[in-house]
């Protein structure tokens, strides 16, 4: 069975990111004992990845590369902002060992929407927070087996998820 629009797709892959310098990073695995799995059409994927993915079979391999743009978008420099220490303040002081460089820290907007962001840079008063999804502006390599399609059912299809294996479990 091919994959198509409304098959539920089981994927194994490893996901790399390329430095500048040309070095490549494994930043992901899904393996066989925690693949991936969407009802393909309906992944909320980057629809170059479920491209990329169209036709093949079960047993079929699969290495692509998806650019930064196809992926999770360029890197904006607008997501980067200063924010003075105070705002991290817990009670009354920052805790131990949170505003470390790389550390992502819930936050949420004027809106109240949550985001993530990750300490870039700590000053002597404030800190630099990025606010990029930890891959945009990343090129994306993608190397991996197909390991199960199916039909999805008319109840996944009318959730927009994926029931058991590897799915949603509800009732
Ligand atoms: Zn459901």
Do not use: C
């Not at 390329?18 to 899904?30: P, Y």
């Not at 991996?144 to 996944?156: H, I």
């Amino acid at each position: 069975m091919k994959i198509e629009k409304n098959r539920v797709v089981t994927l194994t892959y490893e996901l790399h990111i390329q430095s500048e310098s040309g070095q490549q990073t494994l930043v992901e695995t899904a393996n066989t004992e925690n693949p991936m799995v969407f009802i393909y059409g309906m992944s909320g994927l980057p629809d170059q990845f479920e491209e990329n993915l169209a036709d093949k079979s079960a047993g079929d391999e699969f290495d692509f590369k998806l650019d930064s743009e196809a992926g999770y978008g360029e890197f904006d420099q607008n997501a980067v902002v200063e924010l003075p220490m105070s705002v991290f303040e817990v009670e009354g002081g920052i805790p131990e060992n949170m505003l470390e460089v790389g550390n992502f820290i819930p936050m949420a907007d004027s809106e109240g929407n949550q985001l993530q962001g990750r300490v870039a840079e700590v000053r002597d008063n404030s800190i630099l927070m990025d606010f990029n999804h930890p891959l945009a502006g990343k090129e994306l390599y993608f190397k991996g087996k197909v390991e199960k399609v199916r039909e999805a059912t008319a109840e996944e299809l009318d959730h927009g998820h994926v029931h058991g294996e590897g799915g949603v479990h509800h009732h």
